[in-house]
């Protein structure tokens, strides 16, 4: 798969933050996007979308923004779902 979730299922209680871990394999030079379902007990799904693009560093070389980027960097984007009366 293109985008594969570590950890796909869990709880998240209220009030409280959790990593969704999550790991970019592109096959080609473009831009992949997936919509994934979040689904809230008691309330509305929600959707996220997720964005990433792939890269042929032969072609690009050393133009290329992407060198040494971690899944595990603490600076990566963050996004927060409100719920509300939470």
């Not at 996007?33 to 042929?56: C, E, K, T």
């Not at 690009?60 to 984007?77: L, R």
């Not at 996004?79 to 509300?84: E, H, K």
Request: hydrophobic share 40%; net charge negative; proline share 9%.
């Amino acid at each position: 798969p293109i985008f594969c979730c570590l950890n796909p299922q869990g709880e998240i209680q209220p009030g409280t933050t959790a990593q969704v871990l999550w790991i970019f394999s592109p096959i080609e030079a473009k831009t992949y996007m997936v919509d994934v379902p979040i689904h809230i007990l008691g309330w509305n799904s929600a959707i996220i979308r997720f964005q990433g693009v792939g890269y042929d560093p032969q072609v690009m070389g050393d133009t290329a923004p992407f060198h040494n980027i971690s899944s595990w960097d603490d600076h990566s984007i963050h996004s927060r779902l409100m719920v509300p009366g939470q």
